[in-house]
């Protein structure tokens, strides 16, 4: 029953997105987690704590965490099951579908393309400073598209191809907890002070989660590319992360086009090394990403629906 839910979760998501009645009324259930984390910060994460202690809280934040995201979803999944049996598979797709963001990534992404089109400069760096955490301020036409194409590419995995794995593989609970897990390392997993020890379980636990959808996400967007797998295989290790190079040199590759390079974080630069090669990014190379995306996101869906016809 896995295939269907999977794939109705992800195809009202990519229709409806999570709408905005429902966030100004219920919020979003990823919220839950960032309360939960911060109150767990506030609580393991003191100033006088030890190294080792802030890294012992930062196991158990995660362990809190996925007992809440995990062993709850698992308890709602059976009791769905219980009482609606045959008819379970709808109720459980509607309980699947805010943990995707196909659709809420592509309108994330779209201001950033129109205001870059309509050479509104300062509306795409505002947009853009929604979606990633390095400095936008100063950001050109080029720093813009280039930021917002490395979003785009490592949030095909960890808000698309990554939740619907997980979905597939352990149900209800397996999506949760990944998006509890996610949300973790998006809130605590840095490697600055004061979240270097704290924020090290949550860090290493998002990234063995996300070590075969990585890969899945790079594959899915080479192959509706029909290029880029030898900017793949050559790059993908020239991130600090183990698995967001994969989609991002993918991407890179896809499109004939250097991401990554020198980036600011509050105001120091960090001179990262340059991923893929070629031209440098602007509106058209964005227009260009989010449709190898879109037709990524349409390859995956298709894949999933194939599944669970077969099922």
Known sequence: MAEPVAFCAMAIESVLGWPAC??????????LFARLIGACDRRF???????????LGGIVT????????????????????????????????LLAWPAMAARSLDDHVRPILRALQEGDLQSAREAVGRI???????????????????????????????PLFWLLVLGLPGVWAYKALNTADSTIGHR??????????????????????????????CAVAMTGWGTLWRDHARHASPNAGWPEAAMAGA???????????DGVLADKPWIGQGDEADAATLAGALKI???????????????????
């Open 192 to 221: 600055e002070m004061p979240y270097t020890h704290f924020g090290w379980a949550a860090a290493r636990s998002d990234d063995l989660a996300n070590i075969l959808p990585a890969r899945l996400s790079a594959v899915l967007l």
């Open 255 to 265: 499109l004939s086009v250097r991401l990554a390079g020198p980036i600011a974080y």
């Open 45 to 55: 994460n003191r100033s006088q704590d030890s190294d080792s202690r802030r890294r």
């Open 22 to 31: 429902l966030h100004r009324r219920l919020g979003h259930p990823v919220g």
């Open 132 to 162: 990633v955490g390095r400095d936008t301020a100063a950001l050109d036409e080029t720093g813009v598209a280039r930021a917002a194409i490395e979003s785009l590419s490592e949030s095909f995995c960890d808000g698309v191809v990554a």
């Open 293 to 311: 995306y879109r037709r990524a996101c349409a390859l995956l869906g298709a894949i999933v629906l194939g599944a669970a016809w077969l099922v």
């Open 62 to 93: 995660v362990c809190v965490l996925l007992a809440f995201a995990g062993g709850g979803a698992w308890l709602i999944e059976q009791a769905v099951r219980q009482v609606a049996g045959a008819w379970a598979w709808p109720i459980l797709c």
